[in-house]
T-cell receptor, first 117, second 113 residues
Framework: DAGITQSPRHKVTETGTPVTLRCHQT?????MYWYRQDPGHGLRLIHY???????DKGEVSDGYSVSRSKTEDFLLTLESATSSQTSVYFC????????????????FGSGTRLTVV | ELKVEQNPLFLSMQEGKNYTIYCNYS?????LYWYRQDPGKSLESLFV?????AVKQEGRLMASLDTKARLSTLHITAAVHDLSATYFC?????????????FGKGTKLSVKP
């Protein structure tokens, strides 16, 4: 396991409240990602980070912000939660495999199930 | 913009039968990943395919990659109930970014006795 921990695992929140999800890794990986998973859509990229304080938007970034103040933590914030943000959120890290030909592997956390009521 | 299409989206199989899941993608990439997801769980990495013609096998599953056709297949041989899960393909996208995975919508496989 790549040592990825997501918290909380489950959360119910009210529309309009801010919510922060945390992704913590223990292996000093440079690249970290936030995806959301919805039925019929697969996984879609929200934001990603390629280093401390280096982040960029993904396909579905509207309504979300991220921060990475240290290598091990990547935070996803919903500034004002809406019902359309009810989803399962997965954090992922990208790790280099062994040798030049191994390429990168992506490992996913256990997920956070968020319900906005 | 890279798009990934999987088919079928739903697959009901009988035990002992063979079947293939297809993954097509729209722009050049030479890195393709297959994942398995059980209900309520995270994604488990099955295969990483890194070059044209790559073929990998693990038990009853075999994955291949044809980068010229922009097609990967996941072949299931003599299916068993334990293979019931949702399978995702994902293509690594470097177009204008640092690189990330673009996923297909997944194939929900149900293997019945």
């Amino acid at each position: 396991d790549a040592g990825i921990t997501q918290s909380p695992r489950h959360k119910v929140t009210e529309t309009g409240t801010p919510v922060t999800l945390r992704c913590h890794q223990t292996e000093n990986h440079r690249y970290m990602y936030w995806y959301r998973q919805d039925p019929g859509h697969g996984l879609r990229l929200i934001h990603y980070s390629y280093g401390v304080k280096d982040t960029d938007k993904g396909e579905v970034s509207d309504g979300y912000s991220v921060s990475r103040s240290k290598t091990e933590d990547f935070l996803l914030t919903l500034e004002s939660a809406t019902s359309s943000q009810t989803s399962v959120y997965f954090c992922a890290i990208r790790a280099r495999g062994g040798g030049l030909l191994m390429g990168y592997g992506y490992t996913f956390g256990s997920g956070t199930r968020l319900t906005v009521v | 913009e890279l798009k990934v299409e999987q088919n079928p989206l739903f697959l009901s199989m009988q035990e002992g039968k063979n079947y293939t899941i297809y993954c097509n993608y729209s722009t050049t990439s030479d890195r393709l990943y297959w994942y398995r997801q059980d209900p309520g769980k995270s994604l488990e990495s099955l295969f990483v395919l890194l070059s044209n013609g790559a073929v990998k096998q693990e038990g009853r599953l075999m994955a291949s990659l044809d980068t010229k056709a922009r097609l990967s297949t996941l072949h299931i041989t003599a299916a068993v109930h334990d293979l019931s899960a949702t399978y995702f393909c994902a293509v690594e996208d470097y177009g204008g970014s640092q690189g990330n995975l673009i996923f297909g919508k997944g194939t929900k496989l149900s293997v019945k006795p």
